[in-house]
């Protein structure tokens, strides 16, 4: 959490590193920082009386840590034809990519 809060980051870092969407973050900024500050209440000065003191409008919320990605194991393809034999490792992220390849050699 820590790290959110140094000064200079980007609210789009904020976002990605909380998994909040960057434009719903600008919008809660834009929002909060349109809002007028709470008004002190001017209390008559009866015996040394003071104003309340101000009180935040933005209420930071504690967010899990961010999980890191599951890897995901590799798509492992064998194929036989007569006499030749191949292996085929592809990486799970691109899985449609392989279904399209499949579709295509198997025609």
């Known amino acids: 959490m820590a790290a959110c809060m140094q000064p200079g980051i980007s609210m ?6 909380r998994g909040i969407n960057a434009n719903l973050l600008r919008r809660w900024v834009r ?3 349109m ?4 008004q002190v209440i001017v209390a008559a000065a009866v015996d040394g009386a003071e104003a309340p003191a101000l009180e935040t409008l ?3 919320v504690k967010l899990p840590e961010p999980v890191a990605p599951v890897q995901r194991a590799d798509i492992r393809i064998e194929l036989q034809r007569g ?3 191949i292996t085929v490792t592809w990486p799970a992220s691109a899985a449609s990519d392989c279904a399209a390849w499949m ?3 198997l025609r």
Not at 12 to 17: D, L
Not at 35 to 38: D, G, Q, W
């Open 12 to 17: 789009a870092a904020v976002a990605m590193a």
């Open 31 to 33: 929002e909060v920082e």
């Open 35 to 38: 809002k007028p500050a709470t």
């Open 58 to 60: 933005f209420v930071p």
């Open 83 to 85: 006499g030749t034999a």
């Open 103 to 105: 579709r295509e050699l």
